[in-house]
Nanobody, 115 residues
Framework: QVQLVESGGGLVQPGGSLRLSCLASGSIFSFNIMGWYRQAPGKQRELVAEITFGGGTNYADSLKGRFTISRDNAKNTVSLQMNSLKPEDAAVYYC?????????WGQGTQVTVSS
């Protein structure tokens, strides 16, 4: 059973930074894709960024340059460095991984951007 444990959410002022981390476990196979999605109140869940086992990345166009995704394959972790945060970045951020054709979701971590 794949389990995802997210950490790093919280309250930050506009312009500040946060780093989210997600630890994946429970699979004997590699996690081909690891990434982050977010969902703000009243909005659909959307891709933030994802990264392949080989390090290829895909970002939401609107977030390029502010957010950076990285992963540690040895530790099965994926991190999201978020800089220059804006109030519109406030959302629940979900870790998502893909292995053997199946997708798994974390429980989400709240990011609040407010002064």
């Amino acid at each position: 059973q794949v389990q995802l444990v997210e950490s790093g959410g919280g309250l930050v002022q506009p312009g500040g930074s946060l780093r989210l981390s997600c630890l994946a476990s429970g699979s004997i196979f590699s996690f081909n894709i690891m990434g982050w999605y977010r969902q703000a109140p009243g909005k659909q869940r959307e891709l933030v960024a994802e990264i392949t086992f080989g390090g290829g990345t895909n970002y939401a166009d609107s977030l390029k340059g502010r957010f950076t995704i990285s992963r540690d394959n040895a530790k099965n972790t994926v991190s999201l460095q978020m800089n220059s945060l804006k109030p519109e970045d406030a959302a629940v951020y979900y870790c998502n991984v893909e292995t053997m054709g199946n997708r798994y979701w974390g429980q989400g971590t709240q990011v609040t951007v407010s002064s």
